[in-house]
């Protein structure tokens, strides 16, 4: 056999050992949570030793990461107001509460798209990070809409007191703890659609109201 091969080879066992230790370790997380979870416990699940563990991940949040990170990075792109922004018929001021209603709405199915295509590593970052590097990691999220919001009052001529920011943040972290009540429940995707197209309704209407006030200073 030659070297070729036997790289082949040794790459194939050490992917096949990630798979597994990835697999048993989303099983623990999903009982236990990141905090409970015991490394020789994923080991054994996995069917490996811990030092074959260890060649592959650094700790037990390299492992929670490898399950979560590139989907949290996706998430993010998907919350941005960018269509907002740059779009040349909208504003929160101008524009009718039904046309509002109508663009959240789009964005909101989108976001349930995405969270039922990823519904495994969305349920371990809401429901079972707690302990790992993740347990804030929404806070990132939030600093994205929130600073998207403050553009959008400013384009409207809203200037931007203590007041103001503190609501704002009030308000989008309330917003995302809705989303995670999706989770929480284990929501059917249809039950999902249904929710957050009755949250929709309730959201945009507040939030006009609310801008138009700030808008008349």
């Not at 979870?37 to 990461?65: H, M, P, Q, S, W």
């Not at 018929?89 to 199915?109: C, D, H, P, V, Y």
């Not at 308000?171 to 949250?199: G, P, R």
Request: proline residues 0%.
């Amino acid at each position: 056999m030659n070297n070729h091969v036997e790289k082949i080879l040794a790459d194939k066992d050490e992917l096949n050992t990630r798979a597994k230790i990835l697999r048993a370790a989303k099983q623990e997380f999903f009982v236990n949570g990141f905090a409970d979870t015991n490394v020789r416990a994923i080991a054994e699940k996995a069917g490996v030793t811990t030092g074959a563990l260890y060649n592959l991940f650094d700790n037990k949040d390299g492992i929670f990461e490898a399950l979560v990170s590139g989907v949290f990075d996706e998430l993010l792109n998907t919350l941005s107001h960018s269509e907002l922004l740059e779009s040349q018929n909208f504003g929160m001021k101008t524009s009718e509460l039904s046309a509002i209603i109508e663009l959240s709405q789009r964005r909101f199915l989108r976001m349930i798209d995405f969270f039922y295509n990823n519904w495994d590593a969305m349920k371990l970052i809401v429901c079972c990070s707690k302990g790992s590097s993740y347990e804030h990691i929404f806070d990132k999220a939030i600093d994205i809409t929130e600073n998207d919001t403050f553009r959008l009052l400013k384009l409207d001529g809203v200037k931007m007191s203590r007041r103001i920011r503190f609501f704002i943040h009030v308000m989008v972290t309330s917003h995302f703890e809705n989303l995670k009540e999706i989770f929480y429940h284990n929501l059917k995707k249809s039950e999902a659609v249904e929710y957050v197209l009755d949250f929709n309704i309730y959201h945009c209407a507040g939030w006009k109201q609310y801008w138009m006030e700030q808008v008349k200073g």
